[in-house]
């Protein structure tokens, strides 16, 4: 017979009861969403249900319901369900705060902050019934309206409870807020993907549940190095704070501070990352826009150049942030980035703007059956049927680029247990062949003529892109572990002065996307749950509510590397920033269908799905081979090397 709990924040039980310069393009401004569909047709609910509302009991964010006046009345209820907890307060039952409502299959999470709270209601079909997930998409919601607004908004709150938050955030916060949410779930089968757009995130939900960002691979060290150094030597200034070059929400490389406290979180990375490689008007122009870095400073903002380098092939782009919002700081920014640009061997941006303006007039006249097959990052100056034919013809003879790519190293790895961590000599990798066993162009057209004038950082990232060798390496690490599906967390520390390591750590993830025999969102939905309670079990040797609440509380008021900062208003983030200390195994099979494994250790974390058939022993000994060979494949899989200014 179900019933409803209500979940209270006690220790032991909980209670279940601008400035735009020029012609720039404003990235907040609904202009900006050009590319919106004009298909009539609502989409399908995806996820759990995300409400924002404030302490007067105001819808001001709904992901899912367009009836204002249904809202209004649900959210009075959950403001007021609330209030009735907190009144325990007052007569010395001291429940504290009102953390989560179960009821049959439906699971709510609640989420408060000074002066707005935030709801997740999943039913158990279309959203997690994992009250510690819910609990990050919550966070992360916040997080993404710091990110906006800053926590000025608390303070408008406190004097005016019955303010219109929606007067301020406007449709494109609303469609970021959107954007940050679908990444922690499935598409629906029927969803198109296109997995060689430089937008398409192939981790999903595993750069939330590692805490890691996704990085461009496979690419050469040293040419990662190099053109990490080459932001250093053009970006370097007073005023510049962090520089990064992206693909989407991918990394290529990151520049820092060399002050640990200064350098940026990975939620505050991913907020960064989603926003810039969503934004429809990259392509073609530069954006300038304020950003709150939460989890960096909450009280104000920083500000953002953004262009797109290479726009026609690869999309890589240029990221600049800097606390100065001067005409001339902009003005720097674009001459670093046009520098940039000329390094790599680019175009610059007026010749790119001139040629993707005369492609998109042509390509507007074609016939609609051409466009079917096509996307804004291939089409129309790239084909890539010809390319995959190019590079695919003698696959088999030239064995795939992983392979090459590490030849050199194996020896160095082979034996290698998962307790040492390789030193930097032991993986010293060559990429010689890899950049001049590339089969030459069959014929001169004119787009090969333009990428002969690239530099060998540009050519080695439109290998890497190449969907078909991805997947090639992708199956060579799932075959090593006979597994299904995994994902992998690497903690590599940032490196300082005289290349010492700061304490610092830039966390990474690496894995295939969710498939067959995965086909539909409830399925990867269940794998995603399965892999957030062996988190939970190897952080806190358990993974049920009142534990994982518990360790929540520790994690609230525990002092932040800024004042400044939400760390305490978001623990679930801590809890899985945090890099493991111990090694620990743990395990988990249902159904007798699959079999799910949890690994960890010092600087690295692995999720799996198995088949059932393999024993649990056996699968973790597979699990361990796979991380032998992934950390000694960390050079060209991970951003091995991240810099800072004085490096």
Partial sequence: MPAAASKSKKTGRKAAARDGRGSLSNPYSSSTNSQETTDSTPPKDRGPNVIILSSAGKPIFVRHG?????????????????????????????????????????????????????????????????EGWLRLQLEYTYAQVIFTLTDQIQSIFEQSPSYDLRTMMGPNVDASLRNLLDQFDPPDSDEETDISAPSYNSQGASTFLTAGIECVFPLNPELRDSTSRLLIDTCRGDDTLFALLVIGTRLVTIVQPSNPSSQLHTSDLHLIMTFVGRQPGLLTNELWFPVCLPRFDSSGFLYAYTSCLDPVHTGLSIVLISGNNSTEQFKVFHSAADTVRSNLGLPPLSTVRSSLSASTSSYASSTRDDRRTTTNWSDPLHDDTDTDSDYDDDSERRGSILSRISASGNGASAGRGIVPRPTLGDRQLSMTNYLTHTPKPKSKTVEEKERAQDGPFVTALKIALLPKQQEDILNQYLDLASAVHFCFRCDIYVQGSSGTSTEGMLTQCFGPPLSFPFTDAQSQRKVWDIYQRLSLRLRLGSSSVETCYDALDMFQGHDSSMSGSISNDCPMQSLLESPPNVHGVTYLQEDNEWLYVGLNGKFFELYATLPATVKPREGTAYCARLVRKLMGDERILFLSNPLTWNS
């Fill in 66 to 130: 367009s009836d204002e006046d249904e809202w209004s009345s649900a959210c009075g209820l959950l403001q007021g369900l609330r209030a009735n907890v907190l009144s325990f307060d007052d007569a010395g039952s001291s429940l504290g705060e009102i953390q989560s409502i179960q009821a049959g299959n439906m699971l709510i999470v609640f989420m408060n902050t000074k002066a707005l709270t935030l709801v997740a209601i999943s039913d158990g079909e279309n959203g997690s019934q994992n």
